[in-house]
């Protein structure tokens, strides 16, 4: 692959006299670091490889699944270039190759086991569920913390509604807004691809489309994730409710969070920005953002908006539940854990519309 | 069974050969209610119109419109039988032909100098929102006040959301589960049909598709009419907190409603199959309701799950902004205040998948 | 309109104490059909069940299905009235309580061994595909030879995309206006909800949202049935192209049809008009259809647009699939086969917006 | 605007002390085109947009619009970078800043008078239709006519149907297998996106979701520029039909066409894949394609099945209409005017799901 991967490189680089120019002057890392992703049929595998399949730093050299081992790539992923050819392994991960980094997108349970197993000089992104706040893991907020990825080897991306409500909330909880036992309600709705495949018929296309719902009343599963984050950051998660909801659309969400303080919209706004003042992904928006803003890309729009005299802290955050809520800050962790600029690969505008 | 065949046998029909031997002895009404609707184009009056032209009792006779005046029904909606021959006539309140019922479906403001003109021999249901608690007006919360329809003679059909919120909300304002002063958090979502015709380029297809996104946050547009509704029920709005959000999707409406009390999931419940007993509309849910469950009938699901520990009373309301939100209600209105029973004419199970 | 207007009053109701009055006199059937669907749980047999619950004549007394069995109706269907509390019982067509008629919706294959078993004195409406022009099988094309029903016991329903394409194809080839010899090419768009249920991930939400692709090219296996229509109405189908595909909506079939001749536009619409002169579901349209002018209804839109110098004469049709591509058709021939106004139970005007 | 530009090339590039060095010595070209929007606003500019943003050659420097002059880039984009902070300015074309090449896509008519003002010293490509076949301008068909584009000033894109459709025929044509004074029939479906802004209410989304309609039936709009391609591939289409069809959805166009000849599928696809042997954008498929398959990216998927006994030989052509169908064309067009590797900027993988 590697003479048609530089044929692609042409595109994204200088033309191809002075790349052979460079490569003799070792000025263009041309021996990239080797990424896997297992899970790769799976919607936050397949954003995975749709964002390393340009990434200019990550050669995407072993891709492993389960219901599509034996395949090419291209036979799930027509769009792909020389990229395709790659075959989909078994996920074997006591026998993986040697890998810089892999990318995990494998169904609740299955990633604790596996990645047990996995190198230790294998860097790992977990994009599920399993390792979140586990021992030995850090916690992928990359906008929050991002000191804390660049020394890590094992990291717990955030879940999709976690990300979208914490990045919404840390800025008021870091600058002490939020009252301390009074409620934190996170209404938030989700597009389908947030569900995973193989959700068999309750979310065939008849059952989902043109229909709302409200799942998992007081069921706390997103929850302790959403706590134990607040807790770092000195807030209260005492009285946190969390309320998912299923949107007849492909991506997207939208985080709804009604807090409780007497900050005004400015306070609000102004400890966002400087809570975020360089963090490139996060935009502080003037206006109630839609998840469209956000569609295709790893950006997080979020917005303020206050009732003081009836201690009411709104706050909105739309992002891309398969970019920032999964591959998109995946890869954003990738970049801070390899010293590599964190926006790398990362740069695409929004799809609109 | 068989006393509840019975009910619904109310709404069949009798051989052809008997219908004109009833007819010959007058046992069928042949002199129907005359019924008119103003703003047949719009959603809200295009469902006034579907529910009318299988109703037993009312006979559509007049329709008007602006943007369609000299159209045959049959122009803008091609399904009609024998009614699609009616001509759309220009909207002329003070001259209209001799009417029973007119059902008013006007966009915000229109309806307030035009109605006005209206002979008060013509019952009148204005599914727009120029007179909810307008003096000599009575708030059509059918479900809720059913005898004040019984006497009213101008009725102000309420709003969409309204009508999803105080639905799941009056039960527990009734029992006086809500703690006065505390908060009542409605976070709703409609359907695009939910905006009204004429949305220019902003609800336009590619605009609206594949996006979620909040509106009108702490801008009270819907809160008067709520909280007015709210206080009626003895409950205290000061804490009132409405949001809503635009779902692409053409009907429904979910209601998530975060209230503060110690009552049980099974108090709620119970308080509102009490409320609700009598009333053919209101399903009380053992499970978070669907919108599509209602989707093109005047059906209301509400669902109740509770965490007394912490003082939150939530409920979700699921309807069709069309059905329960406007038409339907506007029909069942109609219905009481002509004294029929208050199905006829919404029977119709709703539309799946 | 008196007259016209007469008609339709043939489905309304006298008022309840006059139902009282009749009932005593037994001038209302109270004996009812009875009637029962198997497969209720999937998309045919739910249209069926929402046709069925408000019929005057049909008393839905059984319904059975193997996903759903053991469940309430209510449980799968949340907005019926009374009748949710039938029980679904397994599929046991050889101890089938008595039925006037049954309706059949189960996966391809599985009618042909089970329907069998039915007794004689059941008439059954098969919905699936398996007895389409099997002997002892009418094939229920009901707008085109209604009276084959009238005699008919045993009735295999057309699929939807032969019930869309024949009914414009109808007149032409009545008329004698189709080439012989010469391409007669149907170019199909469907819904989802013509997929059947259970269809796994390859109709999951995220799969078929936002995309639309072709299938079953020059695979013939919707074609026989519509080749053998297609001769019962002396044409020569020797040159037929069918190409279905698959739409991202929930219900709705538009079949394109390109046909060969030397028609005017003028002597198509006039032929169809002619055909179909006393039919009272088809519209033939003077502007190309939406087919969402027949959601939720038993219509049949058809336009046509000729141009006689090419030998091209098109044709568009539009058509519910669970309608008059399925449920509707289904129940428009059980009417006929009783006797009863074809029109019973289906009159309700489509779904809008 | 410089210094934020560079900050974003370091996330294509190699390191930014590496850039300081190779600038230095004139290895990268710091001196960008430049390039500008007219109609930024619309959806085909608005797609122009996006891939500008991240072109490694092209330096977005001017953007024009009538509905959004005053506004900055980020109001109407809200997920720009620094490119954002661009104002779009009124449309002036006499008196437009230097430009090396300026994009139009303007509402039909307006392109004609404004873009013969535009200094002849930029080069222009027009993504609408005023100028496809006219005098002075180069029909931008790239992966058919690339050598065409190497040496044009002044390129009409071709429209989106045609774009589809003439990919798939053109290979057919080219060798000869379509018989003359036979049918050549397409039957397209494009998503509503293909429409352009402004459609008013007839393209609101309660009006398009859940439709699908055929329109502009034997019109002929869209066919003199497919007529006229296909002349200029010595092809006849003297008995060329086109009809396209709205589907809902935002983004795609699926052309299934019926041609007539003798040739096999494999003699088909073998003519296509030699056609397009080093065409870097169009994929032959052995599947039929999935729009989705293109979305997002400048790709085309065609796929041939035929039946030589009844001399039907078919082909179905997926694109995406803003990118191969609009703005992604576009681009590689004006990559080929300037000398650039086609794929420059459009390297991106299809977005899924």
Redesign the interface.
């Known amino acids: 692959m590697r003479n048609a991967r530089r044929a ?1 490189l ?6 191809a006299d ?1 790349v052979n ?2 490569s003799s002057h070792t ?3 041309m021996n990239k670091l080797r990424a896997g992703i297992v899970g790769v049929s799976g ?1 936050g595998g ?2 995975a ?2 964002l390393l ?2 990434h ?1 730093y990550f050669d995407l050299v072993h891709v492993a699944g389960e219901s599509s081992a034996g395949q090419k790539l291209r036979e799930r ?5 020389a990229l395709g050819e790659l075959s989909i392994e078994k996920w074997a991960p006591g026998s993986l190759p040697e890998l810089d980094v892999l990318f995990a997108s494998l169904p609740t349970g299955e990633s604790k086991t596996g990645l047990a197993q996995v190198s230790t000089s294998t860097k790992i992104v977990d994009i599920g569920g399993d390792h979140r706040y586990a021992p030995g893991w850090t916690y992928g907020l990359a906008d929050v913390w991002p000191d804390r990825l660049r020394a890590a080897t094992r990291v717990a991306n955030p879940g999709c509604y976690p990300a979208a409500s914490l990045l919404a909330l840390a800025p008021l909880l870091h600058a002490g807004l939020c009252e301390p036992g009074a ?1 934190i ?1 996170i ?1 938030a ?1 989700s ?3 947030g569900a995973g ?5 309750t ?13 998992g ?2 069921k706390h599963s997103h929850m302790p994730e959403i706590a134990a984050t607040i807790a770092q950051l000195s807030g209260d998660a ?2 946190l ?1 969390f ?1 998912p ?1 299923l ?6 969400i ?1 985080a ?1 969070i ?1 807090a409780t303080g007497s900050a005004t919209t400015e306070a609000c706004t102004t400890a966002a920005r400087q809570f975020y003042a360089d963090r490139p992904f996060i ?1 502080i ?1 003037d206006k ?10 790893n ?1 997080a ?1 979020i ?1 303020y ?3 003081p005299a ?1 201690k ?1 802290m ?1 706050a ?1 955050a ?1 992002i891309d539940n398969l970019g920032k809520g999964a591959a998109g800050q995946a890869v954003q962790n990738a970049n801070l854990m390899f010293g590599l ?1 964190e ?11």
């Open positions: 692609e042409q595109s994204i680089s200088p033309p002075l120019q460079l000025f263009l890392p919607y397949g954003e490889l749709r399949a340009n200019p992923f027509p769009g792909l270039g409620p309600i209404d709705k597009g389908v691809s495949r193989g959700g068999g018929s979310f065939g296309y008849a059952e989902v489309n043109e229909d709302v719902s409200a799942y009343l007081l005492s009285r409710v309320t909801h949107i007849p659309m492909t991506r997207g939208l709804t009604y935009r928006s109630p953002p839609h998840t469209k803003w956000a569609a295709g890309s950006l729009f917005h908006a206050c009732d009836r009411l709104m909105v739309a600029d926006t790398t690969g990362l740069t695409g505008t929004p799809i609109w519309p």
